[in-house]
């Protein structure tokens, strides 16, 4: 599985954003993708999730009423960002876990390239 993530850009304080993540292939009902950001010296941390088989979604309280993630189809989805905070300035991956782990990084099995997002204040 290849994961493509996209829609990565440069915005001010208060403005959105929304990023996508393309998967090449069809993920399985059991499996969650996932939105993980990094920040520099910082370690990668967990932004949200969705579980592809029964749309439950997860966040990090950091972007939670903020944030939304969706599914758009069967190999795609999406993250809305909204009312974006400088200290939302990070990569942002997206990561496809087979088995149904939520928040751990070190469990994801795929990851994108990433894509860069950066609010300016």
């Known amino acids: 599985v290849q994961l493509q993530a996209s829609g990565g850009g440069l915005v001010q304080a208060g403005d959105s954003l929304k990023l996508s993540c393309v998967a090449s292939?069809?993920?399985?009902?059991?499996?969650?993708l996932g939105w993980f950001r990094q920040a520099p010296g910082k370690e990668r941390e967990f932004v949200a999730a969705?579980?592809?088989?029964?749309?439950?979604t997860y966040y990090a309280d950091s972007v939670k009423g903020r944030f939304t993630i969706s599914k758009d189809d069967a190999n795609s989805m999406r993250l809305q960002m909204n009312s974006l905070k400088p200290e939302d300035t990070a990569v942002y991956y997206c990561?496809?876990?087979?088995?149904?782990?939520?928040?751990?990084?070190?469990?994801?099995?795929?990851w994108g390239q990433g894509t860069q997002v950066t609010v300016s204040s």
């Open positions: 990561a496809l876990d087979r088995h149904g782990n939520i928040r751990q990084a070190q469990e994801y099995d795929y």
């Open positions: 292939g069809r993920p399985f009902s059991s499996s969650v």
């Open positions: 969705i579980r592809w088989g029964s749309r439950n």
